[in-house]
């Protein structure tokens, strides 16, 4: 068996270079328990969406939401605490326009979001509470909201903070 021989620092590169194009690679490998469950929402309730979307990059902490013809300043994104949309120009987040609240708690029989107002809903499982209490409330604002109006006037705004971006 040959072994390459390579100085300390070209070893250092590789590895940073290596790095460097692992960080821009779309990974597939869903990491979190929410991530697999909006996953899993996604691929059933994907037809539901008014415009065409799909799934982009996902990291430890969040999952691209690729929206078709958004401005490119609108990221949709699944954090660790549910999907979130908000304005980001030249790196800098300028506005949340949807923060999906939820606050999961075990009960003995099931699970409820301490945000609610008692009564509170009673969900069986995790994954219940998260597609019926956050993704499914996405959905609808989606279908609502962006994809009628403020798709339209997000379009026309962000382009004039935006020049050179047609």
Not at 45 to 50: I, K, Q, S
Not at 65 to 70: F, T, Y
Not at 104 to 131: A, F, N, Q
Request: proline share 7%; charged share 25%; net charge positive.
């Amino acid at each position: 068996m040959h072994m390459r021989q390579e100085s300390p620092n070209e070893y250092i590169a590789e590895m940073n270079t290596s790095k460097a194009s692992l960080k821009h690679t779309p990974r597939r490998k869903a990491r979190t328990f929410l991530q697999r469950t909006f996953i899993c929402w996604f691929e059933e309730r994907r037809h539901a969406f008014n415009v065409p979307v799909h799934l982009g990059r996902r990291t430890d902490r969040t999952l691209r939401i690729v929206v078709e013809g958004a401005p490119p300043a609108l990221d949709f994104v699944l954090q660790m605490d549910g999907p979130q949309v908000f304005v980001n120009l030249k790196g800098q987040s300028w506005d949340w326009i949807l923060w999906g609240e939820i606050c999961p708690k075990k009960v003995p029989s099931g699970y409820i979001c301490t945000l609610d107002e008692e009564p509170c809903t009673v969900y069986l499982s995790r994954e219940s509470i998260w597609r019926d209490h956050c993704f499914e409330p996405f959905l609808d604002w989606f279908n609502t909201v962006y994809a009628t109006s403020l798709g339209w006037l997000a379009t026309v705004t962000l382009k004039r903070v935006e020049p050179g971006r047609a």
